[in-house]
């Protein structure tokens, strides 16, 4: 009876904190761990949600009475026994949950001797673990690091990877295209590309920000493409993928593009040519629409994108203000 009326209280803080994750909680006691920390519950609930609410607790556990709440972090707790309620040991597995409801089923939160999943992050990165149980009445914990974007990058998903950008600029700074690739490279990164139009709208608001309210013109900032040498050497108008808007004209440092879906061009885009010079390079347009509200951005929206000369950084009385970088996550020193 005391172990049901747990589930449904976990299960009522799951559907109010997320609906990601739950707290499983039986009779166990860690038998292989290397720390926890010591939290002070006024009860077996408290030193749950506790566990529940921090991003890198995995088990609670404490003695049914007195209540001695002890939380197990990510990679610290390896093997956890399980026990008999006669025992008068408390256990909690934070795991994966997208139900509306509270598994059953005999060993939970394996229920059987199946797999169960978390996610959770510690000071270094994400980590996953797998919760099995074994022939020795045992679950164990085994923990897989996952890359992630580092700090100041945020992480998009795309068909083949996930993918972290960053958004460098400012309003009174220029930058020809080279100076924008030779930036990214330095930071293990390239200009990034625009798998989709969520990537195209962050670049584009983050660039906002970063110009800030007092900068009145517009302003572009670079992003991956170059268009191919022969898409603009005499003849390229007899090559059928040279020619209109077609992104093929182009090559991309970005190495994880599929889609192109946030490349929305500009109107009457691209047109190959500025002030008498070649326009080879892609940079997206930065449109505050609060300081021009008479233009039409049904044709001229922020986020537009428009060949540009790649070493121009000032001409049509606009600058090139930025750019925006993009690399693989990866998984920190000393992550699980």
């Not at 991956?224 to 040498?229: L, P």
């Amino acid at each position: 009876m005391l172990l049901s009326s747990f589930f449904l209280v976990l299960l009522f803080m799951t559907r109010i904190y997320s609906d990601t994750f739950s707290m499983i909680v039986t009779y166990g006691k860690p038998t292989n761990f290397t720390s926890y920390v010591s939290f002070f519950a006024i009860s077996w609930d408290d030193c749950v949600i506790q566990c529940y609410k921090s991003m890198s607790c995995v088990v609670a556990h404490s003695t049914v009475s007195p209540i001695s709440c002890n939380l197990y972090d990510v990679n610290k707790i390896f093997g956890v026994e399980k026990l008999e309620a006669a025992d008068g040991f408390l256990v909690a597995f934070k795991v994966m949950n997208n139900q509306s409801f509270c598994p059953i089923g005999d060993n939970p939160p394996t229920f059987g001797e199946g797999t169960n999943h978390g996610i959770v992050t510690n000071d270094v990165g994400k980590c996953a673990y797998d919760i099995n149980f074994d022939n020795t009445n045992t679950w164990q914990l085994t923990y897989t690091a996952i890359p992630d974007c580092p700090y100041g990058w945020t992480i998009f998903t795309r068909p083949t990877t996930k993918w972290c950008i960053q958004v460098t600029g400012g309003a009174d700074i220029t930058y020809t295209q080279s100076q924008a690739l030779s930036y990214c490279e330095q930071l293990e990164a390239t200009l990034t590309g625009l798998e989709t139009t969520n990537e195209r709208d962050f670049v584009a608001n983050t660039a906002i920000d970063i110009l800030g309210p007092e900068y009145p013109q517009f302003a572009g900032f670079w992003v991956s493409g170059v268009r191919k040498s022969e898409c603009y050497a005499d003849g390229w108008q007899d090559i059928p993928y040279c020619t209109g808007t077609n992104l093929q004209q182009f090559s991309f440092s970005d190495d994880y593009l599929s889609s192109y879906s946030g490349y929305t061009w500009d109107y009457e885009q691209p047109d190959r040519n500025a002030v008498g010079q070649w326009s080879n390079c892609i940079q997206i347009w930065i449109r505050n629409e609060a300081k021009f509200p008479n233009l039409t951005y049904s044709l001229y929206a922020n986020g537009n994108v428009d060949d540009a000369v790649c070493d121009g950084v000032d001409y049509q009385d606009y600058y090139l203000r930025g750019f925006a970088c993009g690399k693989l996550p990866v998984i920190p020193d000393g992550a699980c």
